[in-house]
C-alpha cells in the first residue's frame, strides 16, 4: 500500500486535522479494497490515450487549485486541497484492468466516480468535501456548487484539456 501523504505532498498544506484524516482515510482504504489494481499505474482518464495517472492529474488539479485560493484569499484552502485529492477517487474503485490497461468497470459504467468517491467521503461526515467530489464533473451541472467546487470542476477541465492537446499534437 501506498503511503497517501508520499504521492500527495498537498496533504502536508491542510490545517484542519480532520480534512487531512479523511483524505488519508479514503486514499488508504480503496487501496485496501482494490488490491488488484496498484493506484500508480492507474490512468487518469480513459477518454483519450494518455500515459498520464491519476496520481499525476490529482496532484496537478490540487495544485492549481490550491495557487488559486492563495491568489484570492477568500476560498477555503483546506477545502481546496482536500476535495482537489479526493475529487476523482471513486476511478480506483471503477476503473478495471483489462490486459495491459485499463477500462471503465460496471460501476463506472452504471454509477460513475463521482457518485462513487461522494459516497466514500460521505460516510466520514465532511459535506462539503462530499460536495466537491460530487460535482467535479457533469454531474453536478444541474446543482449549485460552492466556490470551493467551481474550482475544482474548472482545473480539472483544465488539467483534461490540455493533456487532450498534448495527445493530439
Known amino acids: 500500500m501506498h503511503d497517501p501523504e508520499e504521492l500527495f ?6 490545517r484542519k486535522k480532520n480534512i487531512a484524516e479523511i483524505v488519508i482515510s479514503v486514499f488508504c482504504e480503496v487501496q485496501e479494497k482494490r488490491k488488484d489494481i496498484d493506484i500508480i499505474v492507474i490512468p487518469f482518464t480513459l477518454v483519450i490515450p494518455t500515459s498520464s495517472t491519476l496520481i499525476e492529474h490529482t496532484n496537478r488539479v490540487t495544485g492549481m487549485a490550491y495557487q488559486i485560493g492563495r491568489s484570492r484569499g477568500d476560498l477555503d484552502l483546506d477545502l481546496l486541497i482536500g476535495g482537489g485529492l479526493l475529487h476523482d477517487v471513486g476511478k ?7 490486459g495491459d490497461g485499463f477500462v471503465a468497470g460496471s460501476l ?21 468535501l462530499t460536495h466537491i467530489v460530487y460535482t467535479h464533473s457533469h454531474e453536478g451541472g444541474g446543482l449549485t456548487r460552492s466556490k470551493e467546487a467551481i474550482v475544482i470542476n474548472h482545473c480539472d477541465f483544465i488539467d483534461f484539456e490540455i493533456e487532450k492537446r498534448k495527445v493530439q499534437a
Open 9 to 14: 505532498p498537498l496533504i502536508a498544506e491542510i
Open 92 to 98: 480506483v474503485m471503477t476503473y478495471e484492468k483489462k
Open 108 to 128: 463506472e459504467k452504471r454509477l460513475r466516480h463521482p457518485f462513487i468517491g461522494a459516497c466514500l467521503v460521505a460516510k466520514h461526515g465532511n459535506y462539503d
